[in-house]
Structure formats: structure tokens, C-alpha cells
């Protein structure tokens, strides 16, 4: 249940319309919007007498909310979720860029490939460290060494770090070295996984499963919310439907669907989506076009020789190029806020690593 209370509402006759649902044993979430305030109603509300707060003063109208989900749904929170994240932001108008290897293999790599997906224009660092693989005799990831390479990486950029969090045990470990804790798409609807990301102070971004509902989806959200963290991010990264030509089906419908149903900011990974690097760059304008919040991308600096997902990975090079007609598509939008500012490098003589023109 939601109470729309009218705009120029005092704190103290505020109070006055809180207090008596609060003694009904409800928990009531404070929102303030664009002309009125929202209160949503959290708990047994069939002992609410909708008569007798329609006839207070303070409140406009009184509304149910049908879907199971809560904490999630616009109604509850009509304007939209911005998760900062240091000096950086996912939503709220803005566009942002996660960016790097699938899995991180050594010190060197991450930190070169973090310096050049910041010279490109991405505001954080994705790094696998922990890979949940669907075979049992695949890279499974280089732990939680990984995790000091992905913060030595971070000291050299500056850029906060993104990597997927699989075991519970890890969660202490995830809260002192990772800014941002992916949950990936075959834990997203592991609850008790999600119940203890609720209770950390990280925010949170969650993939959708490969065969789940938007409303499923953001039940799974709900978990982490009802936890206490309302810092969650919501990440399309590709269904399984019959075809089999891509690793995924890239749900572009799912970027406006969800932007109606709730308030968390949504971002969309091109590169599970279609598992092909030549795919990468016209889904992620796409993503860009229909109103995503932002964008996740593998990207590495040999991806012939990648440990884990190298065929879907950018080189920096290609990462550079798409995130330019990126930003083009962004402003051409309106988006208040564009990916971060692209860094123009001096031309260099080919054959010593550095890109071949000045762009």
C-alpha cells in the first residue's frame, strides 16, 4: 500500500499521518517526490482503515500495490535510484561504463587493461576472481589473489571494482576489497546468497537468471532490499531462448520494462548477451538508445588467449572506438550526463604497444 501526502505538508503533520501506522506494527519507507511525499507501507496492511486516512488533511489518495514486490516498485519510490560509488554513479540521469577482463589472470594484465578502459572513458572495473563455471573442469578463477591484483589495479586508476561474489563465506572478504558485488546469473535466485548481500554495505549488482521473469527478477532484488540495502543495480545480460546462433538472446524490451516497474537503475552486459566481440558494440548502442543506465563489457588485451570468455571480449582498441559512438548515442538521448571523458593519446610509431592514430 502507498499514501501519496500532499505537497507543503509539514514535518510535523507528516508525523501525525506516520505514527499511527507505525503503532499498526508496519514499517513505513519515506519518500520524497516532485510535488508530494510517498509513503509506502511495508507489513500486514489489510489492518489499515483506508477510510480514515483518505479523510486526514495531509493525504492525497490512498493506492494498493498489487505486485508482490515493494521496496523495488516505482510506486513506492517514484523517482529513480542513483548508487554512488566513490566519485562515481550508476542512474539518476546519468550513463556509466563497467569495463574489463572476464577473469583476471595476473597483476599486470588487470592494471594495464584498467588503465585502458579509464582512458576510454569507463567509470569502473569489472574482474573476475571467482568464476562459476558450467563446467566443473574450467578456469575456475584465481581467488582471492585476484582480488589484490584488482586492487592493486584500482591504486593505479583510481577506478572502484566490480567482480561476482559465489560463496557466502566471502562476503567479509568482498566488503573489505570490492566496491561494487556482482551476483551473477546462476545465483540469482540463490536466497540465502542474496539475504547476506543484503546485509553488507557494498552495493549490489544483480544479473538476471537465463530464464527469468522481470517480476522474478526483481523479487530477487527485493531479498537484498528487505535486508536493508537499497544500493542495488539491476544488469540484462541475455536469456536462453530456441536460438542458438548466440550464447544468450539480448531482452533490449527488458531496459523500458523495468525502468517502469522500479526504481533501481539498470545497466545491460552486451557481451553475454550475444558471446561474439563483433556483436558487443551494435547491442550496446542499442542499450544505450533504449534508456539503459549503463553498460558492462569484457574487455582484454589478448582475447585469443583469454583463460575464460576471450570470443565475446573488446580489445582496449575496439572498447575505445565503440564507446565513442556510445557517447554520440547518449547525448543524442538527452541523458543528463555522459560516460566519462575520453582520453586523447599522442600518435606513436607501430610496434610499441600503443595505438596506431590519435583520435
Not at 85 to 95: L, N, R, T
Not at 256 to 278: E, Q
Not at 333 to 340: D, F, H, S
Request: aromatic share 6%.
Amino acid at each position: 500500500m502507498v499514501i501519496i501526502v500532499k505537497q507543503h505538508t509539514s514535518p510535523d503533520e507528516l508525523r501525525q499521518v506516520i505514527q499511527p501506522l507505525e503503532w499498526l506494527g508496519l514499517e513505513v519507507s519515506v519518500t520524497q517526490g516532485i510535488g508530494h511525499t510517498v509513503l509506502g507501507l511495508l507489513g500486514d496492511v489489510s489492518c489499515v482503515d483506508v477510510e480514515r486516512f483518505l479523510s486526514l488533511p495531509q493525504v492525497e489518495t490512498v493506492m494498493e500495490v498489487p505486485e508482490p514486490y515493494k521496496k523495488a516498485n516505482r510506486k513506492f519510490h517514484p523517482q529513480d535510484t542513483a548508487v554512488q560509488v566513490g566519485g562515481a554513479h550508476i542512474g539518476g540521469g546519468g550513463f556509466s561504463v563497467i569495463a574489463g577482463p572476464c577473469s583476471v589472470e595476473s597483476p599486470g594484465q588487470v592494471t594495464e587493461i584498467a588503465r585502458q578502459v579509464q582512458q576510454a572513458g569507463a567509470s569502473f572495473l569489472r574482474g573476475g576472481a571467482f568464476k562459476p563455471r558450467t563446467s566443473p573442469y574450467a578456469f575456475q578463477g584465481m581467488g582471492e589473489q585476484a582480488l589484490e591484483w584488482l586492487e592493486e589495479a584500482k591504486a593505479v586508476t583510481g577506478l572502484p571494482i566490480v567482480s561476482e561474489l559465489t560463496n557466502p563465506k566471502y562476503c567479509d572478504c568482498f566488503e573489505e576489497k570490492v566496491d561494487v558485488i556482482q551476483i551473477g546469473a546462476r545465483n540469482m535466485q540463490n536466497f540465502d546468497l542474496l539475504r547476506e548481500v543484503g546485509k553488507m554495505s557494498k552495493p549490489v549488482l544483480l544479473k538476471r537468471g537465463l530464464s527469468n521473469t522481470y517480476e522474478e527478477w526483481i523479487l530477487s532484488a527485493e531479498y537484498i532490499l528487505a535486508q536493508g540495502n537499497e544500493q542495488v543495480i539491476l544488469c540484462e545480460r541475455g536469456i536462453r531462448t530456441m536460438e542458438s546462433y548466440t550464447r544468450n538472446t539480448l531482452d533490449i524490451s527488458a531496459v523500458p520494462a523495468i525502468r517502469k516497474m522500479s526504481h533501481l537503475p539498470v545497466v545491460v552486459d552486451p557481451s553475454h548477451a550475444c558471446g561474439k566481440s563483433w556483436m558487443v558494440e551494435p547491442l550496446a548502442l542499442a542499450a544505450a538508445a533504449v534508456g539503459a543506465d549503463g553498460l558492462m563489457v569484457e574487455v582484454h588485451n589478448d582475447p585469443a588467449h583469454a583463460k575464460c570468455d576471450g570470443q565475446q571480449s573488446l580489445t582496449p582498441m575496439q572498447f575505445r572506438e565503440m564507446m565513442e559512438k556510445v557517447n554520440h548515442v547518449v547525448e543524442a538521448i538527452g541523458k543528463r550526463g555522459t560516460v566519462g571523458r575520453i582520453t586523447r593519446l599522442e600518435p606513436r610509431k607501430e610496434g610499441n604497444g600503443c595505438l596506431k592514430k590519435c583520435l
